[in-house]
């Protein structure tokens, strides 16, 4: 594993959570465009998934 993986990860969250941000903001509005509230859902869940994959990695497989 490199170096470089914490700072990775944290770029990772901190994305999720602006994309967050964005969710909120844009749900709230009565006016909020539907098509980009998808696409903004769409890649935090993509994002979520690419840091349980990275956590997960991270983590050795130990046999009991």
Not at 25 to 45: C, H, I, M, N, V
């Amino acid at each position: 594993m490199n170096d470089d993986h914490p700072a990775f990860l944290e770029s990772l969250k901190a994305e999720h959570r602006e994309l967050d941000e964005r969710i909120r903001l844009l749900s709230s509005e009565p006016t909020g465009d539907q098509l980009e509230l998808a696409r903004l859902k769409r890649r935090k869940l993509q994002l979520k998934d690419q840091i349980q994959q990275m956590k997960d990695s991270s983590v050795p497989d130990i046999i009991a």
